[in-house]
């Protein structure tokens, strides 16, 4: 018999902040900590890969996103990245000029944007740059796992601060 998980409660022992379980204020006892300087690792060992193709690791993460779903909206890409309009423009007018997409007014609608990859984009991302680096982690059979739990507490993040957001209202 499968056991389900559910969220745990403030009651439950690993769900209170390290302060309440008696463990001091150790950076080291910080999920949000581990996860960030998690983020910084990855951002240190994408940048000699990326280097070499000329790509940040925003550019890059444009390019996959766009391999997901070509012909997106500006703004439909931008909430993909977690990333404003006004922030995720130079992005793309870079890999424009570089080649790997190409943007243009929606004929429908000529204040949307719509962004696709070009054919060198695709050839890029075939080559799969960060193929390496799933296995750095050292995870092996267990980084799905991983990296499910990790999108499962940012999806319950966004939707708490969105709830929060609200109740201000």
Do not use: H, W
Not at 11 to 37: H, V
Not at 100 to 105: E, G, L, N, P, T
């Amino acid at each position: 018999m499968s056991k389900t998980r559910t969220a745990k409660t403030p009651d439950q022992p690993g769900s209170r902040s390290p302060k309440a379980n008696g463990e001091g204020q150790k950076l080291a006892n910080y999920l949000c900590f581990a996860i960030y300087s998690a983020n910084l690792a990855f951002g240190r060992a994408y940048k000699p890969v990326l280097d070499k193709l000329g790509l940040t690791y925003t550019q890059y993460i444009a390019l996959v996103a766009l391999s997901e779903e070509d012909n997106q909206t500006v703004g439909a890409l931008g909430e993909k990245m977690f990333l404003e309009s006004n922030t995720l423009t130079p992005i793309l007018k870079k890999l424009e000029s570089i080649g790997y997409i190409r943007r243009q007014r929606d004929p429908a609608d000529e204040r949307q944007v719509r962004v696709s990859l070009t054919p060198a984009g695709r050839r890029l991302l075939e080559t799969d740059p960060g193929a390496s680096l799933t296995e750095a982690t050292g995870l092996g059979e267990d980084f799905p796992a991983a990296q499910k739990t990790v999108t499962r507490i940012r999806d319950n993040l966004l939707r708490a601060t969105r709830a929060e957001l609200g109740a201000e209202k």
